[in-house]
C-alpha cells in the first residue's frame, strides 16, 4: 500500500483529469517513473506560465499522448523536482497531503508542503476528484 507524506494511505488524485504517471489517478511512483510524478498540486495560472517559462508547457493539449492540457483548478501529480523549483521561484502551487506520495519528502520539506496545503473548506470547493 502506498503512503502519503503524512503517513497514511495514498488517497487518489484526480480522475478528471486522469493523472499519474502510470494515469491510475494516483501520484505512485516507481522505478520507471523518471520525472518522480508525485507531488498532488492544485495547478494555479501562475505555475502553469512558470512551467511554460522553463520548458513544460502543461496548458497545451497533446492529443497523441491522451493529454488534455490543464487549467487553473485541476488537480495533477507534479514532478517532486519541479513543485520544488516552483517553490524556489514563489510560484508553487497548492498541495493535496493526502494524494502525495512520501517520497515527495525527498526533494521537499514536510513543513513547506503543508505550507502550501491546499484546503478545500478555505477554497471554497472540492478536490478535483
Not at 502506498?2 to 516507481?30: H, I, K, Q
Not at 499522448?65 to 488537480?75: Q, S, V
Request: some cysteine; hydrophobic content about 40%.
Amino acid at each position: 500500500m502506498a503512503r502519503n507524506v503524512l503517513g497514511g494511505e495514498l488517497r487518489e488524485c484526480s480522475r478528471e483529469p486522469l493523472t499519474g504517471f502510470y494515469r491510475d489517478g494516483c501520484c505512485t511512483t516507481g522505478s520507471d517513473d523518471r520525472g518522480v510524478h508525485v507531488v498532488c498540486a492544485r495547478v494555479t495560472a501562475e505555475f502553469l506560465d512558470f512551467s511554460r517559462s522553463v520548458g513544460n508547457d502543461l496548458s497545451t493539449p497533446r492529443p497523441a499522448y491522451a493529454f488534455p492540457g490543464l487549467k487553473p483548478g485541476d488537480n495533477w501529480c507534479l514532478c517532486a523536482g519541479r513543485w520544488a523549483e516552483a517553490l524556489r521561484a514563489g510560484v508553487a502551487p497548492p498541495v493535496v497531503l493526502e494524494a502525495t506520495h512520501v517520497s515527495a519528502l525527498e526533494f521537499a520539506d514536510l513543513a513547506d508542503l503543508r505550507a502550501h496545503a491546499w484546503r478545500a473548506d478555505a477554497q471554497g470547493d472540492a478536490p478535483n476528484e
